[in-house]
């Protein structure tokens, strides 16, 4: 009998054909059980708040329950280093933010890789911060605040809500672009260090401006200069550091689905769509938004533009703490 030889390169072809056509299949039927939202901090923050509010959008969209699980600690590492470790099937997900990306060259001893470990599925929502500083210090703008701080080196206090926050490594990008000295007091959490802004224990913070806003409205703060390149709608009276003599200053903070490695590509488009899908067209959701002073993320937010952007936030921050000498063990 004759033996039939087959081509390996169609052999390839076909078992390549196979591949796709379930991993189309497997998307198609996506979800057909509850998904988990996991987020690395505990309730009541503004990572807990955007996964609640995308929870119950994608929930509606996709027609099973997304469920939210707080797991927190290590500022967020330990949550995202659970979702690292789970099967990579799009069932598991981590709702993170910009110390997603800080943490990576903050950490001495992570166990794993953001940029390599976690597949960036899409952006939720962009918050702009501020620095504010206590009502009954002598400054008015962001020029008496250098100057003071320049006088009093090492004495002005900067708080943050903790270690690897957008507003810690916002402290140290503006100890770096002045040349001051300014000392940075983590708390555990924005209440924390709020509480103590307004007590006077503490100087200074530059932390989201959504929830400062009303404490500077009634003049229980001053708020110097919001950190974005551009001056935020719902706060339009207040400046910019760029234009405030801080030059190359843009800083917000940023949160965001992510997949564990290796989930499916047709299950991570299927969830951005979805996601992008609620944002433009959710009125309840894009209501809450503005309740929040959440702003809507940048387009075209599709995977790879996350991707990309994840990765040069994780050199930037990087560079920002090797610069600034900051590491946690």
Request: with cysteine; glycine share 8%.
């Given at each position: 009998?004759?033996?039939t030889?087959?081509?390996?390169?169609?052999?390839?072809?076909?078992?390549?054909?196979?591949?796709?056509?379930?991993?189309?299949?497997?998307a198609?039927?996506?979800?057909?059980?509850?998904?988990?939202l996991?987020?690395?901090?505990?309730?009541?923050g503004?990572?807990?708040?955007s996964?609640?509010?995308?929870?119950?959008?994608?929930?509606?969209?996709l027609?099973?329950?997304?469920?939210?699980?707080?797991?927190?600690?290590?500022?967020?590492?330990?949550?995202a280093?659970?979702?690292?470790?789970?099967?990579?099937?799009?069932?598991?997900?981590?709702?993170?933010?910009?110390?997603?990306?800080i943490n990576?060259?903050?950490?001495?001893?992570?166990?794993?890789?953001?940029g390599?470990d976690?597949?960036p599925?899409?952006?939720?929502?962009?918050?702009?911060?501020?620095?504010a500083?206590?009502?009954?210090?002598?400054?008015?703008?962001?020029?008496?605040?250098?100057?003071?701080?320049?006088?009093?080196?090492?004495?002005?206090?900067?708080?943050?809500?903790?270690?690897?926050?957008?507003?810690?490594?916002?402290?140290?990008?503006?100890?770096?672009?002045?040349?001051?000295?300014?000392?940075?007091?983590?708390?555990?959490?924005?209440?924390?260090?709020?509480?103590?802004?307004?007590?006077?224990?503490?100087d200074?913070?530059?932390?989201?401006?959504?929830?400062?806003?009303?404490?500077?409205?009634?003049?229980?703060?001053?708020?110097?200069?919001?950190?974005?390149?551009?001056?935020?709608?719902?706060?339009?009276?207040?400046p910019?550091?760029?234009?405030?003599?801080?030059?190359?200053?843009?800083?917000?903070?940023?949160?965001?689905?992510?997949a564990?490695?290796?989930?499916?590509?047709?299950?991570?488009?299927r969830?951005n769509?979805?996601?992008?899908?609620?944002?433009?067209?959710?009125?309840?959701?894009?209501?809450?938004y503005?309740?929040n002073?959440?702003?809507m993320?940048?387009?075209?937010?599709?995977?790879?533009?996350f991707?990309?952007f994840m990765?040069?936030e994780?050199?930037?921050?990087?560079?920002?703490a090797?610069?600034?000498?900051?590491?946690?063990?």
């Open positions: 009998m004759k033996k030889t087959l081509n390996p390169a169609l052999l390839a072809a076909v078992a390549a054909a196979c591949l796709s056509a379930t991993a189309g299949a497997q198609q039927a996506y979800p057909n059980k509850p998904v988990r996991v987020v690395g901090y505990a309730p009541g503004s990572t807990d708040l996964a609640r509010m995308i929870a119950d959008a994608l929930g509606k969209e027609g099973r329950p997304f469920v939210v699980e707080n797991r927190p600690g290590a500022n967020s590492n330990i949550g280093e659970s979702v690292v470790r789970a099967a990579p099937d799009g069932y598991t997900l981590f709702v993170g933010s910009i110390s997603t990306a990576q060259g903050l950490y001495t001893k992570l166990s794993f890789d953001a390599r976690l597949v599925v899409a952006q939720l929502n962009v918050v702009p911060n501020i620095l500083v206590n009502a009954k210090l002598p400054v008015s703008n962001v020029a008496d605040y250098v100057a003071y701080a320049r006088k009093n080196p090492g004495k002005l206090s900067c708080a943050s809500p903790g270690n690897g926050s957008s507003a810690h490594l916002g402290c140290e990008l503006f100890k770096l672009r002045t040349g001051t000295d300014i000392l940075h007091v983590p708390y555990r959490g924005s209440g924390p260090a709020v509480g103590d802004l307004l007590g006077g224990q503490v200074s913070m530059m932390d989201n401006l959504p929830p400062l806003l009303p404490q500077i409205r009634s003049g229980k703060l001053k708020g110097l200069a919001v950190t974005t390149a551009q001056r935020v709608a719902f706060a339009a009276d207040i910019t550091l760029q234009e405030s003599g801080i030059a190359d200053f843009d800083v917000a903070a940023w949160f965001a689905v992510f564990p490695a290796g989930t499916p590509e047709q299950v991570v488009k969830l769509q979805a996601i992008n899908h609620q944002l433009a067209t959710n009125a309840d959701l894009k209501g809450k503005e309740t002073g959440f702003l993320p940048p387009a075209p937010n599709s995977p790879a533009s991707k990309a990765h040069a994780i050199q930037r921050w990087g560079e920002v090797r610069a600034a000498k900051v590491t946690i063990d």
